[in-house]
């Protein structure tokens, strides 16, 4: 069989997703928000709710995520999209509310909306993207950043003496009444990528049976400001960050 | 497998994922953003598994697949 009688439409087994739109995506190569986008965008197709869905960007390098996606948006302050996420859910109680935030959005400026968002149970998914720094503004230290790691603001290696000690919010959140399901994935390999599609799609499943609020933590690389190749990244990753932000669920209710 | 050429930004990280050496990125040829492009290098060992396509994060990789019942 040639390639050419392969190539044919009823052959396809993995299109590209309908509801990305064809804009080249900003995102570094080898980003791993590109993957994400990709996850969401096929699941809102796969369970039909394109429609109703509202997604709530963030500041930081996932700020244009409305651009790629085609669903609405809104985008929030610095760190306020579960704020915007709880009045859009609560107002359109019928819509799938998601909101799609990096680690120094939801877990430094964000912290008191985040806290208390995941504490009422709105029925909202937070979809938290963790890379250990902040990406955007060229790779400053962030809550999440790992004891010893380099950033532009920890030249030497942080240490807990001078900035404290990592922040695993996830763990917080999954102590919160108002979470129904709070998981750690990854979407370094294939496999990681279809668990994290799983994980994604249970909680919009959540958010539209209204059982509280569900928070998919996705352990990510900032390879650029990390300073290494995607792949070596992807390594680094499972070696250090995997060490302190285990993957698996926390909360499965 | 069909990829993007243009879309692709050389990331690399689906010829790392495919379990049977099939893509390279081009060693010395760009697309028009100035990325060396990933492309298959092999392609007659194509399982069709599409783990390329799963981690590729501009997804610009397409796969087709036929079962061979051997009629
Ligand atoms: S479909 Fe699988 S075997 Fe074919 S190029 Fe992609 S990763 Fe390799
Ligand atoms: S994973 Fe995608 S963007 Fe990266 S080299 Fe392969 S085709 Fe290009």
Not at chain 1, 108 to 128: D, L, S, V, Y
Not at chain 1, 164 to 172: E, K
Request: charged content about 20%; some cysteine.
């Amino acid at each position: 069989m040639t390639r050419e009688e392969i190539i044919r439409p009823e052959n396809k087994v993995y299109a590209r997703p309908e509801l990305l739109t064809d804009n080249v995506t900003h995102y570094c190569p080898g980003c791993s928000h590109g993957v994400v986008h990709k996850i969401i965008a096929e699941l809102l197709a796969e369970m039909n709710v394109a429609d109703k869905t509202i997604g709530i960007a963030p500041v930081g390098c996932a700020v244009f995520a409305y651009n790629y996606i085609d669903v609405d948006w809104i985008e929030a302050a610095h760190g306020r999209a579960p704020a915007v996420a709880t009045a859009a859910s609560r107002l359109n109680p019928d819509s799938l509310v998601f909101t799609y935030q990096g680690d120094g959005d939801l877990s430094a400026i964000g912290t008191a909306e985040t806290i208390h968002a995941c504490n009422r149970g709105e029925n909202i998914a937070i979809i938290f993207i963790n890379n250990a720094i902040y990406g955007m503004t060229g790779g400053q230290m962030a809550p999440t950043t790992l004891l010893g790691m380099k950033t532009a603001t920890t030249p030497y290696g942080r240490t807990a003496e001078l900035n404290g000690y990592p922040l695993a919010i996830t763990n917080l959140l999954a102590q919160l009444d108002g979470t129904c399901y709070v998981t750690r994935q990854a979407v370094h390999t294939a496999a990681a990528v279809r668990k994290t599609k799983a994980a994604i799609k249970k909680a919009f499943q959540n958010s539209m049976a209204k059982k509280g609020t569900s928070v998919i933590e996705i352990v990510s690389t900032c390879n650029s400001g990390w300073k290494m190749t995607p792949a070596q990244s992807n390594d680094w990753m499972a070696e250090h960050m995997f060490e302190k932000y285990p993957l698996g669920d926390l909360k499965n209710e | 497998m069909t990829i993007d050429g243009q879309r692709c930004k050389g990331c690399d990280l689906c010829v790392v994922a495919c379990p049977t050496d099939v893509l390279l990125l081009q060693p010395k040829e760009v697309n028009d953003r100035g990325y060396h492009y990933a492309f298959a290098a092999n392609p007659e060992a194509c399982i069709g598994c599409a783990a390329c396509a799963t981690v590729c994060p501009d997804a610009c990789i397409e796969v087709y697949r036929v079962v061979d019942r051997g009629e």
